[in-house]
């Protein structure tokens, strides 16, 4: 079992930057493929971005494609989302979750285990 912690939410202005942590703990993220998904009021949990084990490759959604940037850190077992450019559409429960392989996966189906969430709100 792997339980995943996230961090980094908060209150940013339109514009403005944060950068979320998903943190592992129970056993490690290794080997496991991890994604970033998001859900807003109202809204079903959409996929954000996402990246391999070895970090060689990622995908985005179009939405967030260019303003948001995904990488992790295999040994502090930690996969990052930095967030420029916010835009109070931008706001939403982020939540990571990694998949029992290698791979990276773009539905929410595909994974295994979830994080409770972190807050991120884009206002001025």
């Known amino acids: 079992q792997v339980q995943l912690a996230e961090s980094g939410g908060g209150l940013a202005q339109p514009g403005g930057s944060l950068r979320l942590s998903c943190a592992a703990s129970?056993?490690?993220?290794?080997?496991?493929?991890v994604g970033w998904f998001r859900q807003a009021p109202g809204k079903e949990r959409e996929f954000v971005a996402a990246?391999?084990?070895?970090?060689?490759?990622?995908a985005y959604a179009d939405s967030v494609q260019g303003r948001f940037t995904i990488s992790r850190d295999n040994a502090k077992n930690t996969v990052y989302l930095q967030m420029n450019s916010l835009q109070p559409e931008d706001t939403a429960v982020y939540y990571c979750?990694?998949?029992?392989?290698?791979?990276?996966?773009?539905?929410?189906?595909?994974?295994?285990?979830w994080g409770q969430g972190t807050q991120v709100t884009v206002s001025s």
């Open positions: 979750a990694a998949a029992t392989t290698s791979h990276y996966y773009t539905r929410v189906t595909a994974y295994d285990y």
């Open positions: 990246i391999t084990w070895s970090g060689g490759n990622t």
């Open positions: 129970g056993r490690t993220f290794s080997g496991y493929g």
